[in-house]
């Protein structure tokens, strides 16, 4: 029924549809713990598609995914900082962090600039030290919720 070639990008739109509707439910349903987690998954995941297009030489796509990595840090775990929690030892963690954020996208931009894929592996692992410290003071196991949104799609 659907072995046509002109049926392939409508089952690939489809499918998309499919994954976009688990992921806005994963993220309705989300505790503010489980979506930083989710938002370091995509950003590494982000990282990780850069460094494929980056050795594939895909260029268009390179730049595309590391824009969505910088999107992320920037829009999500970047601005999800909170300053005033946590008294002055708080303000002190979100201002370190948020200059941490900085370096990464730093990173990044040199990336995708100097096409160079050490600077993607140092963005990566500085983003998984954080994460990891994340996921150890929330209690979330390692990737748990990206093995979770996995299994719908």
Known sequence: ???SSAAAPMLNSGARAYARVGIESAVMSASPQ???TMLFDGAKAAISMARHHMASGDVVAKGNAISKAVSIIDSGLKASLDA???GSA???LAANLSALYD???QRLLY???RNDPALLEEADRLLENIA???RDISGAPNGALTNDLSARG
């Open 132 to 134: 990891s410290a994340w």
């Open 111 to 113: 990336a995708n600039l």
């Open 34 to 36: 489980q979506l930083l």
């Open 90 to 92: 708080g303000a002190e």
């Open 103 to 105: 370096y990464i996208n």
């Open 1 to 3: 029924m659907y072995t």
């Open 84 to 86: 005033e929690a946590g």
